[in-house]
């Protein structure tokens, strides 16, 4: 939770805000990307209709499920690697890669694709977590709807199956899967606050991808070119 929290704030206080080539308009077109491109729209509409299913029914399906998984630990020690890989490891590391490598082929798009939508992804999950305010299974004081540890694993896994196909898409939802499996397995979350963060990790990651396209440049948050940093670009 902690290294989560420190994360979500690393990005937000590496934002200058108050950049003069900021322009508010491209920012929230930012917020709202899953409303861009068909795949992300049929994500959203898809990942919200399950949601809303599994919370409605969620006496008779989901909260069984996650009350037998927190019972049974069945994942044994995976959670903890689920558990760890959904606090924006791979996301980091994947940013870190191609920043490292930004002049080769298309890894400068690569970069700022992942930290756009691992950005995204995390500023509406935790908006959400303070307006829905549901209670985790297992109780405390941290909000469960969505997974924040859902919603960063798959904005990762949609961001490397956009840019690497099928040969690394997979695998990287299978570990996206695990993650998510991991929160249900540690009591930290129900059935549809996973579907939730999924939903929202993919249809962030394709929407960022279309509205990029979009757009006459590449617009966007990303790394100066000397390291360090993170800042508001727009190249054409």
Sequence with gaps: MLIRIYLTLFFIVLLP????????????KKFVAPFYGETSRKTLLTGTLLTTFFYTTRKTIG??????????????????????MGQMVPNLA???????????GRNRERRNLMFETTLFTALTTNTLKSVVGEERPSGGDTRSFPSGHTSNAFAFAAVVGIEHGKKWGIPAYAL???????????DAHYLHDVIAGATLGISY???LNALNKKSKGSVGFAPYEDGGMFSYTRSF
Excluded: W
């Design 17 to 28: 805000f108050n950049s003069a080539s900021a322009d508010t308009g491209d920012v929230l």
């Design 63 to 84: 909260n069984p499920l996650q009350k037998d998984m927190a019972e049974d630990r069945p994942m044994g020690n995976l959670a903890h690697f689920g558990d760890t």
């Design 94 to 104: 994947y940013i870190a890669a191609t920043h490292i490598l930004r002049n080769k």
């Design 176 to 186: 996206a899967t695990i993650v998510a499996a991991s929160r249900m397995n540690d």
């Design 205 to 207: 990651a394709y929407g």
